[in-house]
């Protein structure tokens, strides 16, 4: 069965610089969510999408964003990139009212 | 994950059953998962029970649901070492998933 895919897997930045993370929710899927994970810590909430609109925003910094494209893939930009968003970054997608799956995550390093 | 807690760690012998608990604080939760992480690796979507169910089996995996107390268990029947890794317990609320800050088990020889 398809399900939600995360490119990079890896990737290293430095400081100042930008990242561009991808998800490809399972097909059929309406919404998307986008989470941060610190070392050692619990996945935080970052920014929903229904049906490519926004629906819902955590906590997420203000050099980030996020959308949600045409074909339902979603984006997560991130600028200004500082030491301490590096961090496991996790796509997740659901039908409405079903069970949501997670991707296997992006790792995202600053140096 | 201040609306989730469970305990940080647990530490069971090969072949006992581990029981990991959780309570919450959001009623209105619809689905209330369980993930399964492994160092360094992705989130495992391991099961997850319905609000109108107050348990559910699956092979080696119980969870048990008490909605009045606002607590969730699992249940890992015949404890592997595979087992070992950190179990978030994942309600839902307003529709995004709230974790816990995750039950790290060690599984002793």
């Known amino acids: 069965a398809a399900g939600v895919i995360q490119s990079p897997r890896h990737l290293i930045k430095e400081k100042r610089e930008t990242a561009t993370l991808k998800c490809y929710p399972i097909?059929?899927?309406?919404?998307v969510y986008w989470y941060q994970q610190g070392p050692g810590q619990d996945p935080q909430f970052l920014i929903s999408f229904y049906e490519k609109m926004q629906s819902d925003k955590g906590s997420i910094p203000d050099r980030f964003s996020a959308q949600q494209f045409s074909d339902y893939h979603s984006e997560l930009n991130m600028s200004s990139l500082e030491l301490g968003d590096s961090a496991l970054y996790f796509c997740?997608?659901?039908?409405?009212?079903?069970?949501?799956?997670f991707g296997q995550g992006t790792r995202l390093t600053v140096v | 994950g201040e609306d989730v807690e469970q305990s940080l760690f647990l530490s069971v012998r090969e072949g006992d059953s581990s029981v990991i608990n959780c309570t919450y604080t959001?009623?209105?939760?619809?689905?209330l998962y369980w993930y399964k992480q492994e160092p360094g690796a992705g989130l495992q979507l391991l099961t997850y029970i319905f609000s109108n169910m107050d348990m559910k089996q699956d092979q080696r995996l119980t969870v048990l649901l008490n909605k009045k107390d606002k607590h969730l268990s699992l249940r890992i029947a015949d404890t592997q070492t595979g087992d070992s890794a950190i179990y978030f317990c994942?309600?839902?609320?307003?529709?995004?998933?709230?974790f816990g800050k995750g039950t790290r088990l060690h599984i002793l020889p």
């Open positions: 097909p059929r899927h309406d919404t």
């Open positions: 994942a309600p839902e609320r307003d529709d995004k998933i709230i």
């Open positions: 959001d009623s209105s939760s619809t689905y």
């Open positions: 997740a997608s659901r039908q409405t009212n079903t069970e949501a799956f």
